[in-house]
């Protein structure tokens, strides 16, 4: 099958802090892919590449085949949810709608959408509620909507769980499951229950390499690399 | 040759008004421009925006004057001694307070804002309005601080306006005007009206801030 989303051999620095060193990483649609790996491994800025946030120092990115040169051509078809994330001021249908509103939808489609994103991700009700009187969780969740009422080819989700109590983490979790079968996702995740889970593959990086990928059961059952068998014991963080 | 207290509260507020739209017109993509990218020499540019703010408003309206001056190189204009002269001398003096005041307004924001636009969908262009929009206290704060700046300064209404009755004669020109006259009560009732308006315009602002 033919990648939707491929990076080559993608190097990135901050100044003298090397975050990815010759990462390739191909991404087939419909698929789940999961990064996990140590803080500071680079799956942010791996997530932000393939995100086209940030341009990559030396290799590329494919979408559907061709090379990415400018973000802005795929922006939209390509998503992403960030760790914390960012809310414009306003109410949840102002946020989960804005996607929509420059896409020039009309009134009475935007709010059918919104209405049936909110569902997706259980928050039926909530369009009127203000950003601001929401939980940890449910800004959370009012993110996942917002991305998926655009209805993107690719969802790129980071640390979907971070800072969330488990039964926040059940409810993500559950929506992820309910919703990969259409669409491609990849996860950025210090949560290891996610990726075994949800995931239909598992990457794992460490200081900016990939290491291993492989299923779920591979890389948690038979890791073949040292870093990662001590990564999924726990015993790497 | 004196006129009305009432046609030069109007035309001052008509010129600095002018003046304040037309400063907010290139001061607002300049200051999106420099808050919401990241470049060499930044805080350079920063900082020759901030020292900026404080240029004495005679030596603004001394190099109009020069520019706009028959042999000045703006001269064709025809622009000396009208209020267009005193509405551009007050729109580069307010520039920089402008630019000063949206950046940082800007820079404010969460980054993720625009690239959480970004991602939606939205152009640079709609990305930056999202910014803009979350700048909003920030923004009234610029315009009236902009507006109250270009409304009690003297230097420039002077020299470029050169305050001629009926047409160049603002509050402050005229203040200056009538205590040299010895009319003390009028520029009393001129300054009244001068500060009102700066309080009044901080009022408003205050309230908007607030109702946030």
């Known amino acids: 099958m033919t990648p939707i989303l491929e990076a080559h051999k993608v190097w990135k620095s901050f100044g003298s802090i090397r975050a990815l060193r010759g990462i390739t990483l191909d991404i087939s649609e419909n698929e789940t892919v999961s990064i996990i790996g140590p803080n500071g491994a680079g799956k942010t800025t791996l997530l932000r590449i393939l995100a086209l946030l940030e341009r990559p ?5 494919r979408y559907r085949g061709e090379k990415v040169e400018s973000g802005e051509k795929h922006r939209g078809e390509i998503t992403m949810v960030f760790q914390n994330p960012a809310f414009f001021t306003g109410t949840v249908a102002d946020n989960v709608g804005y996607g929509l509103k420059i896409r020039g939808m009309d009134k009475q489609t935007i709010r059918r959408k919104v209405r049936e994103a909110l569902r997706a991700v259980n928050l039926a009700g909530f369009e009127k509620r203000k950003i601001k009187a929401l939980s940890g969780g449910e800004k959370q969740r009012v993110a996942l909507a ?13 640390e979907p769980t971070a800072n969330l109590d488990p039964p926040n983490c059940e409810r993500i979790r559950r929506v992820l499951k309910r919703i990969k079968k259409n669409i491609t996702v990849v996860i950025a995740s210090h949560h290891l229950g996610l990726a075994k889970t949800v995931a239909d593959r598992v990457a794992y990086i460490h200081q900016g390499k990939l290491l291993e990928i ?3 059961e591979q890389i948690f059952g038979k890791p073949r690399h040292r870093l990662t068998k001590l990564f999924v014991e726990g015993k790497l963080v | 040759m004196s006129e009305g207290l009432i046609p030069i509260v109007l035309r001052s507020l008509m010129v600095s008004g002018t003046a304040t739209v037309l400063a907010a017109t290139w001061s607002l993509p300049i200051a999106v421009k420099i808050g919401t990218t990241h470049f060499r020499g930044k805080k350079i540019v920063r900082d020759f925006f901030n020292a900026m703010i404080g240029i004495p408003t005679v030596a603004l309206g001394l190099v109009l004057y020069l520019l706009l001056s028959r042999e000045g190189a703006l001269g064709f204009l025809n622009l000396l001694y009208t209020p267009s002269a005193i509405m551009l001398g007050q729109a580069l003096l307010i520039t920089p307070l402008m630019i000063s005041f949206l950046m940082h307004a800007i820079e404010e924001v969460n980054p993720l804002i625009k690239e959480t636009a970004l991602t939606l969908g939205a152009s640079e262009r709609e990305a930056n309005r999202v910014v803009l929009r979350e700048a909003k206290k920030g923004s009234v704060l610029a315009t009236v601080a902009g507006f109250n700046r270009a409304i009690s300064e003297l230097g420039i209404a002077l020299m470029v306006g050169g305050n001629l009755a009926g047409t160049t004669r603002v509050m402050t020109t005229e203040i200056s005007r009538v205590v040299s006259g010895g009319d003390i009560e009028l520029a009393i009732q001129l300054t009244i009206v001068l500060l009102s308006i700066a309080f009044t315009s901080t009022l408003i602002l205050n309230r908007l801030r607030g109702s946030e």
């Not at chain 1, 917002?146 to 980071?158: K, N, Q, T, Y």
């Open chain 1, 146 to 158: 917002r991305a998926l009422c655009i209805e993107p080819r690719v969802l790129l989700l980071d």
């Open chain 1, 214 to 216: 492989g299923s779920p």
């Open chain 1, 57 to 61: 120092d030396k290799g590329w990115v």
